[in-house]
T-cell receptor, first 114, second 113 residues
């Protein structure tokens, strides 16, 4: 299975600040996803990204969130004005072309909003 | 009604025994079903997926699916201390391709040496 690296591994930010979380998968992936997991809670879908555009997003993914694949390699999640309740682990996930069901999660970014 | 339900545990199983993890889901349109393992502070790791009724075996792991009962289970044979983790059940409504997973809260499994 390919490794999916996320940076930073831990980010502390002040409420109201913008953060950008990065995911660096190996190339030739078809689908990209962001999930989050608030401490002690379930993993929740945020958004899926296919062919350089959003294919589906959840209710959580409001106007404060955006995703990009700026250089064809990195995949980013931006939160424009962070809130305390945005504190969570954020995971990107990738699905390779031609593989079977399921996908690979990245190593995760722990976001702490203070 | 929760979309994907799991007993949160903890479930304690002696080393070498069979661990049985269960999951029910509410959406009858669900197409594929997954079991992920998550160690504390780490990302989910795919263990198995299943999309047809019946059993699917992979090494020490067996996934079982009963769509009529909306029930998925995971059996771990010859449990090892390294199997101690939280096991996440996830379901996908979409067809193969752009999968969007709905997760349960997970069952914490502890293997007792």
């Amino acid at each position: 299975e390919p490794e999916v690296t996320q940076t930073p591994s831990h980010q502390v930010t002040q409420m109201g600040q913008e953060v950008i979380l990065r995911c660096v998968p190996i190339s030739n992936h078809l689908y990209f996803y962001w999930y989050r997991q608030i401490l002690g809670q379930k993993v929740e879908f945020l958004v899926s990204f296919y062919n350089n555009e959003i294919s589906e997003k959840s209710e959580i993914f409001d106007d404060q969130f955006s995703v990009e694949r700026p250089d064809g390699s990195n995949f980013t999640l931006k939160i424009r004005s962070t809130k305390l309740e945005d504190s969570a682990m954020y995971f990107c996930a990738i699905k390779s072309r031609g593989t079977s069901y399921g996908y690979t999660f990245g190593s995760g970014t722990r976001l702490t909003v203070v | 009604q929760k979309e994907v339900e799991q007993n949160s545990g903890p479930l304690s199983v002696p080393e070498g025994a069979i661990a049985s993890l269960n999951c029910t889901y509410s959406d009858r349109g669900s197409q594929s079903f997954f079991w992920y393992r998550q160690y504390s502070g780490k990302s989910p790791e795919l263990i198995m997926f299943i999309y047809s009724n019946g059993d699917k075996e992979d090494g020490r792991f067996t996934a079982q699916l009963n769509k009529a009962s909306q029930y998925v289970s995971l059996l771990i044979r010859d449990s090892q201390p390294s199997d101690s983790a939280t096991y996440l059940c996830a379901v996908n409504r979409a067809n193969f391709g752009n999968e969007k997973l709905t997760f349960g809260t997970g069952t914490r499994l502890t293997i007792i040496p």
